[in-house]
């Protein structure tokens, strides 16, 4: 039975995932390399159950008992007695296989372990490990609190066991679990990457300005968000990195990053969480 979530990572995703693991009553430990990463993610927990509380989706208690349920720790040692670990660190390939290999030995035999990558593939993570079985894709969509979609990625070796209890968990999570199959992007970021990058080519090559890109794609398309918006939520350098993994993976020049991109995350205009990227905010 799974109780207490593990979750690595206290940014922007990470703490939405700890945040709504928590609200749906699960214990939670919350994991990072610094104090300040772990603060930053107490505090954007807080100040989103903040707002649930002014909008009255929630009451004080239930904004205490969510609280109550989260622990965090530097201590990766904290996970030996997790049910289920969710991996939320930046999207780079090294980075989570060594993050894998660390909760494999930390991990009692059995625990699943599942990344929120958004295009790594979930193969080679499980082969860092010696569960590759245990070893799925969790992929949640962001603001974490708000989108109902968690993309489950079945990597080569993922058994049908592992496959059913974490989609079990999204429900429990009040999520609507979506299973895709491992290939470059899945589903979501496969489909929505292209486009990204396609606009972002419309403006490198003076089609038309940002804000007219995005009303076009808003009004025309109906769409809640412009794409060059979306990609300041996303953060351009996550951006890039999927596209690269597209691109590598695929060996399809249309996948190719915009080089307005490059520049862009060369220059640490990153998006929201840096202030700059395609908007000013």
């Known amino acids: 039975m799974i109780e207490k979530i593990g979750v690595v990572g206290a940014g922007q995703m990470g703490a939405g995932i700890a945040q709504v693991a928590a609200m749906n009553g699960f214990s939670v430990v919350m994991n990072d390399i610094k104090e300040a990463f772990l603060e930053s993610g107490t505090d954007r927990i807080e100040k989103s159950l903040a707002s649930l509380l002014k909008k009255d989706r929630i009451t ?155 009303s076009v794609m808003k009004l025309g398309m109906n769409h809640p968000m412009g794409p060059l918006a979306l990609a300041d939520l996303i953060g351009l350098d996550t951006c890039l990195s999927i596209l690269e993994v597209l691109h590598q993976g695929f060996g399809d020049p249309k996948y190719r990053p915009c080089p307005l991109l490059r520049k862009y995350v060369d220059a640490g205009h990153l998006g929201r969480k840096m202030g700059k990227g395609f908007y000013t905010y």
Do not use: W
């Open 60 to 214: 004080e208690d239930e904004k205490k008992a969510t609280l109550d349920r989260i622990e965090t720790t530097l201590d990766m040692r904290s996970f030996e007695n997790v049910d289920f670990v969710v991996e939320a660190v930046v999207e780079n390939a090294s980075l989570k296989l060594e993050v894998f290999r660390q909760l494999d030995k930390t991990c009692k035999p059995g625990v699943i372990l599942s990344t929120n990558t958004s295009s790594i593939p979930i193969t080679r993570i499980a082969a860092g490990t010696k569960r590759p079985a245990d070893v799925i894709g969790m992929h949640f969509m962001n603001p974490v609190p708000v989108m109902k979609l968690v993309e489950l990625i079945l990597g080569f070796a993922t058994s049908d066991e592992t496959f059913q209890t974490t989609h079990d968990m999204a429900v429990k999570l009040k999520k609507t679990p979506v299973a895709a199959n491992d290939f470059p992007g899945f589903i979501s970021n496969r489909i929505l990457m292209p486009m990204i990058n396609e606009a972002i080519f419309a403006l490198y090559e003076g089609v038309g300005t940002a804000e007219a890109i995005d």
